[in-house]
């Protein structure tokens, strides 16, 4: 069973960055054949796909949030990250960390529970 888990501060100032984690249990972040994501909920919203590191260490971004995000990883602790920079209040959302399988139909099968973060002066 894997687990997820995120972690970061729940209130961040407008032009200031977002930093949030996510650690996994129970599954490598190196393994084959996993993407590892970043995902968001604004309130009264759909979901918006972030971004996500891939087993190998490559990262891919929404276009629409490409030039403010970076996501990484710290593969001995078995962890991921998500860094937004520049940060405005439409940055309010349920933030989600997840596993996609890539086999055979690019499913996400594991998830964290959320956080909640809010931009605001």
């Known amino acids: 069973q894997v687990q997820l888990q995120e972690s970061g501060p729940g209130l961040v100032l407008p032009s200031q960055t977002l930093s949030l984690t996510c650690t996994v249990a129970g599954g490598s972040i190196t393994t084959y054949p996993y993407h590892w994501s970043w995902i968001r909920q604004p309130p009264g919203k759909a979901m918006e796909w972030i971004g996500y590191?891939?087993?190998?260490?490559?990262?891919h971004y929404n276009p629409s949030l490409k030039s403010r995000t970076a996501i990484s990883r710290e593969t001995s602790r078995n962890r991921f990250f998500l860094q937004l920079n520049s940060v405005t209040p439409e940055d309010t959302a349920t933030y989600y960390c997840?596993?996609?399988?890539?086999?055979?139909?690019?499913?996400?099968?594991?998830w964290g529970q959320g956080t909640q973060v809010t931009v605001s002066s």
């Open positions: 590191i891939g087993d190998s260490g490559n990262s």
């Open positions: 997840a596993r996609m399988d890539l086999l055979p139909n690019r499913k996400y099968d594991y």
